[in-house]
């Protein structure tokens, strides 16, 4: 698995703007938290203390992992390919269903419930390289399952 994190431009700001919140608005709150807490007295058995610390350390993490992905972000946008390619987005038909429509993106974007599908999920890596009117078999849980793919965009 590559360490590459691919990101639709829209996905890139988003996670941008959430370590720039983190960074500064998170943080200072964080920080009057903690000088109200000291201000309370003891910090051995300070309870609001403690909690705010805790938080203290889970937003330096979230940043520290919002950094890594933003290092090794590949920004991807539509594709122009005849083949399936992140960023595409991918009309099939399942047998004996309507035509399914998925955007394959990177693993930080995938949201299935959205027809967002992540290029590192069986269907997304079965539907990678592929070509309009190619038929692909997807082993579920519950079975194998074929796709044909109708349309590529």
């Known amino acids: 698995m590559d360490d590459k994190e691919y990101l639709s431009p829209e996905g890139l700001k988003e996670l941008q703007d959430k370590l720039n919140d983190l960074k500064t608005k998170k943080r200072l709150e964080i920080a009057e938290r903690l000088e109200y807490a000291k201000e309370l007295g003891d910090l051995s058995e300070n309870a609001e203390y403690a909690e705010a ?63 967002k599908i ?27 399952v074929e796709y044909l793919i109708t349309q590529i965009s």
Do not use: H, Y
């Open 53 to 115: 610390k805790d938080q203290q350390m889970a937003n330096e993490t979230e940043i520290a992992n919002l950094e890594g992905i933003l290092s090794r972000a590949v920004v991807i946008g539509k594709t122009s390919s005849n083949e399936v390619r992140i960023g595409s987005v991918v009309a099939c038909k399942k047998k004996g269903n309507d035509e399914q429509t998925f955007t394959i993106v990177g693993r930080e974007e995938a949201d299935p419930l959205k027809g």
């Open 118 to 144: 992540s290029n590192e999920s069986p269907l997304g890596r079965a539907f990678l390289g592929r070509k309009k009117n190619d038929k692909i078999l997807v082993s579920t849980p519950k079975g194998d």
